[in-house]
């Protein structure tokens, strides 16, 4: 357990699903962030939210909806996805004056 | 071209033996972090450098800022070091997202 934690670990859904992906730290951080890891490439980022605001979306496509409700809590709303966004889907948080990161599990996502 | 370049992409090597993996960047940074990924695909930070050289355990990170390139060295290399390995830089002047190498898949066998 790294203290940053996600649910679920595993998910398949279908393109017409609706689904949420939950991460939770209790580490004081103040910086929360969306990676996704495509089979073959680098991790890519999706969102970052400093203090709960929202600084950064990497060109990410509105059927990914972060949401950020407090400095602990971090969701990932899903809608209407396609396959190619089958991926392993990352939190991590930070402490933006200290640098260092802690990473989640990961959730193993499979559009069918 | 990835502003992040790690080398090999893929390492085999013998229980015991001495392992260099090697990552070089592009542009200015802030602080550069080596990672490691497990199968099950949750991900451990081992070092974060932003100079010099830091030591734990069995692995060594070290970081030539003029050249803008680091390593990470496992000694004595088991089995249970098999992992992928990533490299990744932060930028200034705000250090909060991280740019990624593509990894070393590392193997180690009895």
């Known amino acids: 357990e790294t203290g940053v934690t996600q649910t679920p670990r595993h998910l398949v859904m279908g393109m017409t699903n609706k689904k949420s992906l939950k991460c939770e730290q209790h580490?004081?951080?103040?910086?929360m962030y969306w990676y996704k890891q495509s089979a073959k490439k680098p991790l890519e980022l999706m969102f970052v939210y400093n203090f709960k605001e929202q600084t950064e979306n990497n060109s990410v496509p509105s059927r990914f909806s972060p949401e950020c409700p407090n400095s602990s809590h971090l969701f990932l709303h899903l809608h209407t996805l396609q396959p190619e966004d089958s991926a392993l889907y990352l939190c991590a948080s930070s402490q933006l004056d200290s640098r260092g990161y802690t990473f989640g599990s990961g959730t193993r996502l499979t559009v069918v | 071209k990835n502003e992040v370049e790690q080398s090999p992409q893929n390492l085999t090597a013998q229980e015991g033996e001495f392992i260099t993996i090697n990552c070089s960047y592009s542009?200015?940074?802030?602080?550069l972090h080596w990672l490691q990924q497990h199968p099950g695909g949750g991900i451990v930070s081992l070092f974060m450098?932003?100079?010099g050289k830091k030591k734990h355990g069995r692995l060594i990170a070290t970081i030539n800022i003029q050249e803008k390139h680091s390593s990470l060295h496992i000694t004595a290399s088991h089995p249970r070091d098999s992992a992928v390995y990533i490299c990744a830089v932060s930028f200034p002047p705000i250090n909060d997202k991280l740019i990624f190498g593509t990894g070393t898949r590392l193997q180690v066998f009895p």
């Open positions: 450098l932003s100079s």
């Open positions: 542009v200015g940074i802030s602080a």
């Open positions: 580490l004081g951080h103040n910086a």
